[in-house]
């Protein structure tokens, strides 16, 4: 059996699932696993395309083929916004509550996991606090270049599933998020900490 390698990450109303890229050899391997987390959507970050899509399409998986940057590199404004516009619909765009988005780019370290802390910025955590997570479960995850632009991140000025909220219910919504492993587990937005400095030091040492 080929090994595969999963992370989940599943924080309030977002579940993500951070993959090293299957291969035509190994995506059978994958297939139950996708099933198992209620995959509805997988992004391929990596270059060219790595393994026929057919397998997934076929059980109702959508393939995304179009939020390709550079490995080593952190996403461009396009790029974000076609993530975080998947990401209202897959979470917020149905009453499905059982819904993931899968991601990968070839190791699963660098570009994959930088969208998805985008993703945990966006919906209350701070910057350090989203790296921290992900380092958790996806050991050796974001270079220095992805840790400064999570650390330079601006919010957009919508919460998730804003479309949908009211008012009141949204700010309940973007109030959601806490961080998992912290000491009281309480929410990190509604009214958020000063933001912690000296990211990129606190995390390389310099």
Sequence with gaps: MPRVSISPIKVGQLSFLILDCPSDATLQAYIPVLEEHHVTDIVRICEGSPYDPKP????????????KFQDGT????????????LNDEVFFGTPNSERCIAVHCISGIGRAPVL??????????????AI???????????N???????????????GFGSKKASSSSSAKHSNGLSVPGSANGSSVS???PEKKKGLIS?????
């Design 202 to 206: 606190k995390l390389f040492g310099k």
């Design 56 to 67: 997934l399409t076929d059980i109702g998986i959508r393939v995304h083929d179009d939020m």
């Design 132 to 142: 921290a997570f992900i380092r958790k479960v996806r050991r050796g995850a974001l």
């Design 190 to 192: 509604g009214t958020q």
């Design 116 to 129: 998805v802390a985008v993703s945990l910025v966006e919906g209350g955590m701070d910057p350090l606090d």
């Design 74 to 85: 952190a996403p461009g404004k396009d790029i974000v916004s076609r993530w975080l516009e």
């Design 144 to 158: 220095r270049a992805q840790i400064s632009f999570l650390d330079g991140y601006k919010k957009r000025k919508q």
